[in-house]
């Protein structure tokens, strides 16, 4: 059974840093590219962050410099860094695995608030 876990997610103020995490299991994660999306109320769905699966790195451009990406193949799990958060990073995160099927995790809400 595929499963995605976000966790990670919380309320802090602008300015602030918080790190995200997905598990994976029930797929062969190495050959997974992976994925960090986020949907704000009211917009669509769109691409945050990715990694491949050798490792390469892509961001959005409203996130370069601030938000990391990174993937540990043995543990499974992908993470990203986010420092310097804004009112506008407030959403739903949601973990994304892309391969010869695409997977999605339920999310983690992220709000950034004074």
């Known amino acids: 059974q595929v499963q995605l876990v976000e966790s990670g997610g919380g309320l802090v103020e602008p300015g602030g840093s918080l790190r995200l995490s997905c598990a994976a299991s029930?797929?062969?994660?190495?050959?997974?590219?992976m994925s960090w999306y986020r949907q704000a109320p009211g917009k669509e769905r769109e691409l945050v962050a990715r990694?491949?699966?050798?490792?390469?790195?892509n961001y959005a451009d409203f996130v370069k410099g601030r938000f990391t990406i990174s993937r540990d193949n043995f543990k499974k799990t992908v993470a990203l860094e986010m420092i310097s958060l804004k009112p506008e990073d407030t959403a739903i995160y949601y973990c994304?695995?892309?391969?010869?099927?695409?997977?999605w995790g339920q999310g983690t809400q992220v709000t950034v608030s004074s």
């Open positions: 994304n695995a892309r391969g010869f099927a695409v997977y």
């Open positions: 029930g797929f062969t994660f190495a050959n997974f590219a």
């Open positions: 990694i491949t699966s050798v490792g390469g790195r």
